[in-house]
């Protein structure tokens, strides 16, 4: 039991001093004191929720990511800055360094300043493309405010973005309109796993230069549904990278302004938006943590019932082939404030594999419990007839849910020596038992011939005195 | 026991009770200085098991003593052959462990708590000590001149053939079989002279030993039917040989059966097939002479011998076809080797990669046996002589092992023995003659008759007069100028042996090869410990389970001083595995670092020996890497692209690209050349001046390099965090920035959920 | 999906085009084939308006080019537009991929298409992929989107398609059960039991041809008077030493039986040979 109250405690801990599961020391970096009026409600929103908010422009003396090699905060929310460089403390390596070490970054970009060269290449890493023209923007002459955009078609109103696929969870899901103003598109590379769309334009939409290509376009960088205005990429360490391609539409301007799409007056629901953003950005949403993982022998004496939560820890080194053996795993999900129990997503399965070089057996899980705060997912199996180093492995890495990887190496034995039915349990020795036996019966009565026989004639008897 | 053997022996061996005594005493200074010239290499360095193989029965030892034997018996060590394990208990010849931990529990009891280690590393010396008198009892058996069976002892006790695999810290099968091998040779010799059924017991009781202790086995398995299978042929069969076969062949195959590493090898294994046959034969032999001895018509016996070949023809037949279908295996590939010595080398190039299965060279049989290698031919001439059934034995084992001592090094080892037996016949012959001050001829006569050994009296009233060899005739030199002379001269070469014996112990054999030793210019020893300080440093800076990929030599000492699992190791049994680590060694990186992270590695292991001009590194092992890797993949590893179009193999700014970015080159020259001013690096192995610019690494860092850069230990790197391949990752941290793609013709790659 | 959620807007905007003043759209739209190989202008011409898509969908082969042909008007007067897209959507995955016509002043718009222009999405697409014209620019007036026909793509197969391995997504993946190998099978036991029942029938047999051929156990007073204690413990022994095998092959393990087996062994062997003596005795009597 003493686990779930460090369970709690921690749930309380979190409470207390924040609502992200990770910390709670934010750094804005921002083009100078004065713009922070401009984000005034976000960053408002952002203290309310528990985060210990730093403002620094990049030329601040004080500008570092680091303290004695330790990071000196866990978010980054980096704000358009006017200037082409970023400074020596946030070169592109110091950002992925800053990821290295599980800290989030929260990229606002924009199309009327342009994008610096640190943050340009640090995209390019994680193979996120962004136009190379300074001042590309995205339009959509389908879906555009016609109250504040009426001519240039920039700001594009867009309802909240629903899932890509039907197994991932949807944490940007809301209600209203969402305006994107002057938006730095983002296109995805096609190989990476780890990158995800958040919030796609849409498939009239595209983007192109103001400067050269005002009259028509010809090469737009991206169209349609290819291109983002919101994405994300999460790191195999869980470190998660959100590009909002409109940093105005954290300001306050557009938090709840009138809008017109279409014809028909609309509210724009930026602050809803710009909280769910930064919640998952700054893992207040979709972080899983894993509680207690057992597997055991689930035969003969061993055999267990496997609702039982408080089995004690129960991991043996080593198996052997054939086994039956039971696995549990414990998964919580931390939403905003406390760890829940893990709900899957509808069309998703955790699985388990058992693997040696390849997966031997790679089962899915099944909720067999649930806790106050966990989900305990079980499968049971036999060990495959195959001696070797075996691993227990749970991976479980989803677009915006962080990554799971457990592995437990067991060893697979083979029989031992007496293991192994005994003859007389395998009909087909019956043979060659009973020639034993009576190799045995006849050379103890021919011992007794041999010892004890009068010559013939004498007398004619049995010879079975012996026995 | 075996002192209370021996007293019985020396009691048969006639003679007043100081003969007797001095025997004795000699025979135990033959012991002592066997043991003693072992002993150099704990002397010099330190009580250290050596080499390879040692390592592992050393770590096995230790296991048996701390779990027990149904334990080790059961063993599954999940620290080798990473990820497969090894059932080691049924995949060893446990002689040589149980045979420690016998003692050690002995001690024990004894209270002498003796560290294992030392009883390990002693256990050679003194086996070789009871080497020494199972030979002086062995040579006994074939002459009746009671000086050649101590010469031989003598000669056993020190020659460097024998001592190469037995010095102190040499714990290896070896050790404790050449002991058993000799020794069951002589009990063999013994069954067939008396006809026993005991001696016959005996000889397969320590068969059955021999079995459990190496898988040399064999070579008493072919050479006892081969023994009888010939003195059949020559006409001498009888009962007595019957009765010493038939109990050995039985009770000895289910002595060999109960090693669970042999198991049903006797009856499956083309190399166990022969003393099968030759039983078969046996009986129909036996069952003729029999009936022959009941029914005297001369039709019916040429009718009998005409049967026994019929039977014998289909019998080998039978035997072909069986194999052929595969019921029982074919000969092995060690095995072929041994006939061809070319045939591992195109066919199984993990067995022509080991040193000790190279065919031996010239030079070798005389380092290792000095002038006995002279006096052998002399002593099989004179076995043909006599030619009693036990000198049939002599002729035929050293026919054999002269040639398989020819195609393999490590068989010299198997040569030794008899070597040794007939090079004392030879000289004690000589010393016999000459020193013998007496007048000749009732000398020879008193000599000739004198003797009451049983055997000799049995062997002369069989053979009497019947073969002109067996004669003795009277001749001789009786001036005591030749004899002194000759004397004189034999006793000078005895002492050069004697020179040469001590010499090439001490300089050739008594090197760990764990420690390696050099000279100062100023004459004093310089110990270099790379090896241990690299294996320490694993032990110290990694966690428990961290497995280790290097070349499979390394791997029982990874697995015995660094006590961390290892991919592959000195036991072969996984060709396939094997040479997925020398693809991983010979390949790209790219193709290298799956392999790698499929197997779980964490830390690659090189040895390097370029900096020091150790030979023995893995860039020289490098062609059997790529070799046995290519066996498996030919598409992907070919040994042709490593060398240049010259056929060269090289290292230097000629070296091809394969090489060059071959993960092992690259582990092996990383950052050399910092130890060298620019453009100077040098390679003092294959003495060559490397290229200015040295090798990069991505998907591994280094993590340590012993003092003399013998041993380099790399970590592997995980996932690169981002999803980058390592090598635009390393070149990012570099602070080389990506450059934008430029535009692309053809359609665009559309990114898909 | 997300193209769903854009219907409704789409719709509005095509409610627009009542409204507006003016909207985009386009006229004298052509839309050819040309194979490679026939002569320019070769091959069937089809026009279609804003209004009346193609019915039937056009067929793009291996080395096929799609030319498309159309004015932008902007109201009814021929303008270009800012954005003058041919639209491709592939109705199984929803991918979508764009063309850009190329528009003069006079807004006469021209696209060329071939198979090496598409992605592989399409290329490998089975069903035929709508395609659909998207002008708009600037300022008041409602743009225009709307299917126009379909595209079907037919390959040559005999030109293999380098299809580019499907890139890592992270989902589930599908289950896999190891397969054990069978267990190894007994013989019918009615066979097993009539060759052990031969084998034991064997004893018998052996027995009463011993009997017959005058074994007996005669002797045995006149042993056990001579040599009582020697020929008790010799016949005990071998008994007692098959007992230890069976107590081998039932419960003991080596440690125990080689013990006993050593105790039972060496009293044996020291009886066994005062028994012998005696049975030698007897022999040489002529009693054998």
Known sequence: MRWLFSFL??????????????????????????EREKYGVFLGDLESRGFTITTLTPKSESLSLFKHGARAYDHLLLLPTKSKGLGPALTANLLLDFMKKEGNVLLALSAETGTPTAVQSLLLEVDIHIPSDRNALVVDHFNYDSTSAAEKHDVLLLPFPKPARSDVKDYFGGEGVIAVPRAVGQTLGNESPLLAPILKAPSTAYSYNPKDEADIVEEPFAVGQQLNLVSAMQSLNSARLTVLGSAEALQNAWFAEKATLAGKAVKTANRDFAAKLSSWAFKETGVLKVGKLTHYLNEGSSKKLNSSSALPENNPKIYRIKNDVAFQIEVSEYTSTHLTPFELPPNDILQLEFSMLSPFHRLNLSPISQTANSTIFGASFRTPDQHGIFNFAVKYNRPFLTGIEEKRQVTVRHFAHDEWPRSWQISAAWVWIAGIWVTVAGWVVFVGVWLYSAPVGAAVKGGKKTQ | MAATEGDQFLKQATGPKTRGLLRVIILVLIAGAAVSSRLFSVIRFESIIHEFDPWFNFRATKYLVANGFYDFWDWFDDRTWHPLGRVTGGTLYPGLMVTSGVIYHFLRFLTLPVDIRNICVLLAP???????????????EMVSSPSAGLLAAAFMGITPGYISRSVAGSYDNEAIAIFLLVFTFFLWIKAVKLGSMFWGALTALFYGYMVSAWGGYVFITNLLPLHAFVLICMGRYSPRLYVSYTSWYALGTL????????????????????????????????????????????????????????????????????????????W?????????????????????????????????????????IFLFPAGVYMCFRTLTDEQVFIVIYSVLASYFAGVMVRLMLTLTPIVCVAAAMAFSQILDTYLDAKTPKVDAKTAENGSSEPAKVAAAAVLSDGLRSTRNPLVGIYSYASRVTVVGFSAIYLLIFVLHCTWVTSNAYSSPSVVLASRLPDGSQHIIDDYREAYYWLRQNTPENAKIMSWWDYGYQIGGMADRPTLVDNNTWNNTHIATVGKAMSSKEEVSY????????????????????????????????????????????????????????????????????????????YNYNSLFPAGQAQDRVRNVRLPSEGPQLNVIDEAFTSENWIIRIYKVKDLDNFGRDHHSAVSFDKGHKKKRAAKRKGPKVLRVE | MFLRSLLPSILLSGACVVSAASSWSFEDATLSIQSKGSAVGAGAKEKFSPTSPLAKSVSLG??????????????????????????????????EESFVFGVKESGKAKLDLTQKDLPIQFLTSTKPIPASIVIGSFGASSPYNSKVFDLSITRDQNVPLAVPEKPVRYAA??????????????????????????VVGALPVLLGVWATLGANANHLSKALSNAPISHALFVGSILAMEGIFFMYYTTWNLFQTLPAAGVVGLVAFISGSRALTEVQERRLAGLR
């Not at chain 2, 095995?335 to 190039?349: N, V």
């Not at chain 2, 066996?631 to 394969?658: H, L, N, Q």
Request: hydrophobic residues 45%.
């Open chain 2, 255 to 330: 002595a060999s059966m109960q090693i669970p590493f042999v198991g049903f090898l006797p009856i499956r294994s083309s190399e166990h097939m022969s003393a099968l046959g030759v039983f078969g034969l046996i009986q129909l032999v036996a069952f003729v002479e029999f009936v022959r001895a009941q029914l005297p018509s001369k039709q019916f016996q040429t009718l009998l011998r005409a049967l026994v070949v019929l039977i014998f023809v289909v019998a080998v037949g039978g035997l072909v076809l069986l194999t052929v279908g595969g019921v029982i295996a074919p």
């Open chain 3, 62 to 95: 291996t080395s096929d080019s799609l030319k498309l042909l159309l004015t932008t008007t902007d109201g009814k007067k021929a303008k270009r537009p800012h954005q003058a897209f041919l639209t491709l959507t592939d109705p199984t995955t929803g991918v």
């Open chain 2, 126 to 140: 003194a086996f070789s000590g009871l080497t020494a008198f199972a030979t002086y009892l062995l040579t006994n």
């Open chain 2, 594 to 669: 799956p392999i790698m992270r499929q197997h779980e590695v964490d830390y690659v292991l090189v040895v390097f020996g370029g900096l020091l001009g150790y030979s023995g590194d893995d860039i020289n092992k490098f062609l059997w890497m790529v070799r046995i890797a290519e066996g498996i993949w030919p598409e992907e590893v070919k040994e042709r692209s490593f060398f240049t179009p010259r056929g060269e193999y090289r290292v230097d700014e000629g070296a091809t690209d394969t090489m060059k970015n071959s993960l092992m080159y690259k582990m092996s020259y």
């Open chain 3, 173 to 198: 993946e599908p289950e896999i059960h190891h397969i054990f190998r069978s267990d190894p099978q007994s013989p019918p036991k009615i066979i097993t039991l009539v060759f052990a029942a031969a």
């Open chain 2, 332 to 372: 092995t590939g060690r095995f072929y080797s041994l006939w061809d010595t070319g045939y591992a080398k195109i066919h199984i190039p993990i067995i022509a990669s080991v040193s000790e299965h190279q065919p031996t060279a010239w030079p070798a049989f005389f380092f290792d046996l000095n002038l006995m």
């Open chain 1, 9 to 34: 405690a921690l749930a309380l801990f979190c409470v207390v001093n924040a609502r992200s599961f990770t910390g709670s020391r934010l750094l804005v970096v921002l083009e100078e004191e004065s």
